[in-house]
């Protein structure tokens, strides 16, 4: 795959595209990463980017020129079916999820706009942008570090990047359901033990444990991932009981169900 970032800041994203699983999916050339300063396509002497928004009121915005020339440069001599998906990072955008992550890892070729303190002309977003992304609800100072959040997981999924395969599909969200409790030695730290099921050697016993761990920890933390998650009727069932139980014990103040969190 091939990124390209256009940044006003292309300094923020050294340590990041250096550093970690990003850096060894680089060296072993399954990602090339390249930030595109577009202050070099602004096309005047000053390197005048942005300019006041028509209409008046505060702030700046981006002008369209230097964005769309950055871009037909990166794109210049490519065939009309190879065009790269050109990614508006913005509050406006969808919500970036996981699923999102899965699509964009399976292209080309991406490239994205990272605005910084201020908007961007509408004809960015309507006649450039392939598609725009928020990465949640606050306000951040610039596109940069959600580019980055975007980048890193989309590259992760990058086949041979993960060293265990496995990994991605057993993370949180791939199956629709929060992670089990893990622990490592000691058995006994400081008293806090280790739940016996898991020194027990059991394996269907410890399988089941982590399940129920899994759907406990979401019930109490995001019941709204249940709807979507891939769910055994008999798992349906169980949930259905402990949804009641719980509500039982947060009335009442008892404890009646494990420690789920
Ligand atoms: C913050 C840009 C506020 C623009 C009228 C219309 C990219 C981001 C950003 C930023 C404004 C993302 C205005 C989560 C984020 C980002 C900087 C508002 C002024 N007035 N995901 N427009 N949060 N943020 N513009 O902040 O660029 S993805």
Redesign the pocket.
């Known amino acids: 795959m091939r990124i390209d970032v256009l940044t006003l800041f292309p300094g923020m994203f050294e340590g990041v595209f250096g550093a970690s699983l990003i850096g060894k999916a680089r060296e072993r050339g399954i990602v090339e990463l390249n930030t595109v300063n577009f202050r070099e396509f602004s096309g005047n002497k000053h390197g005048t980017v942005d300019d006041a928004p028509y209409g008046g009121?505060g702030?700046m915005v981006l002008k369209p020129e230097p964005l769309f020339a950055a871009v037909e440069w990166l794109t210049a001599g490519m065939p009309e079916d190879a065009r790269p998906r050109v990614i508006l990072?913005?509050?406006q955008?969808e919500t970036f999820t996981q699923r999102k992550a899965r699509e964009l890892a399976a292209e080309k070729h991406l490239i994205f706009i990272?605005?910084?303190?201020?908007?961007v002309d509408e004809r960015v977003r309507e006649y450039l942008a392939t598609d725009e992304?928020?990465?949640?609800?606050?306000?951040?100072?610039?596109?940069e570090l959600?580019a980055m959040v975007v980048i890193d997981a989309v590259v992760r999924l990058l086949p041979g990047v993960l060293g265990n395969e496995e990994s991605a599909a057993r993370d949180s969200f791939s199956d629709g359901l929060l992670e089990y409790p893990q622990y490592t030695r000691p058995a006994d730290f400081r008293g806090w033990k280790v739940p016996d099921v898991l020194l027990s050697g059991h394996h269907a016993e410890i399988a089941k444990w982590r399940r129920r761990q899994s759907l406990l920890r979401t019930l109490k933390r995001r019941p709204d991932l249940l709807e979507k998650a891939d769910l055994a009727p008999e798992e349906r069932r169980w949930l259905a009981g402990l949804r009641s139980a719980l509500s039982e014990e947060r009335s009442s103040g008892r404890r009646e169900i494990p420690p789920g969190d």
């Not at 992304?133 to 610039?142: A, W």
Request: with cysteine.
């Open positions: 009121g702030g990072m913005c509050p955008g990272c605005g910084h303190y201020e908007g992304i928020s990465i949640g609800d606050y306000v951040l100072t610039g596109g959600p």
